[in-house]
C-alpha cells in the first residue's frame, strides 16, 4: 500500500517538531523518527485501526500522544491530520473539518 501525507499533515508533522524541539534539543528529531516509523508502519496495517468522525482511521503513535488521521482511497493511505491527543475533541473534529 502507497502512503501519501497530505500538507495539512506535513504542517501538523512541522509544529509538532517546533514544540519538541523546545523541550529539549534533539527531542524534535525524536519525534519526527517515531511517528514517520509509525506511518511506515501503514503499509501493512492501514485499515485495521478504528474510525473516528465518521470517516477517519485513527492509528495511535507509539511514542508522543499523538495520532494519526488517514482514510484509505483505492491502494493508498492518505493522511489528513497528525494531532495531539491531548486536545478536546471538539477541537480535533475542527482540524479534520479543515484537513
Same mark, same amino acid.
Request: glycine share 4%; hydrophobic share 40%; net charge neutral.
Given at each position: 500500500?502507497?502512503?501519501?501525507?497530505?500538507?495539512?499533515?506535513?504542517?501538523?508533522?512541522?509544529?509538532?517538531?517546533?514544540?519538541?524541539?523546545?523541550?529539549?534539543?534533539?527531542?524534535?528529531?525524536?519525534?519526527?523518527?517515531?511517528?514517520?516509523?509509525?506511518?511506515?508502519?501503514?503499509?501493512? %496495517?492501514?485499515? #485495521?485501526?478504528?474510525?473516528?468522525?465518521?470517516? /477517519?482511521?485513527?492509528?495511535?503513535?507509539? =511514542?508522543? +500522544?499523538?495520532? *494519526? %488521521?488517514?482514510? #484509505?482511497?483505492?491502494?493508498?493511505?492518505?493522511? /489528513?491530520?497528525?494531532?495531539?491527543?491531548? =486536545?478536546? +475533541?471538539?477541537? *480535533?473534529?475542527?482540524?479534520?473539518?479543515?484537513?
Amino acid at each position: 500500500m502507497k502512503i501519501r501525507i497530505l500538507e495539512s499533515a506535513s504542517q501538523d508533522l512541522i509544529d509538532g517538531f517546533h514544540f519538541y524541539e523546545k523541550q529539549a534539543i534533539g527531542l524534535g528529531n525524536y519525534f519526527l523518527d517515531s511517528l514517520f516509523s509509525d506511518i511506515d508502519s501503514l503499509q501493512v %496495517y492501514a485499515g #485495521i485501526h478504528p474510525i473516528y468522525f465518521d470517516t /477517519y482511521y485513527r492509528m495511535l503513535s507509539k =511514542r508522543f +500522544p499523538f495520532a *494519526i %488521521y488517514y482514510r #484509505i482511497v483505492d491502494d493508498e493511505a492518505l493522511i /489528513y491530520a497528525i494531532l495531539d491527543c491531548r =486536545r478536546s +475533541p471538539a477541537w *480535533i473534529r475542527k482540524q479534520l473539518n479543515k484537513a
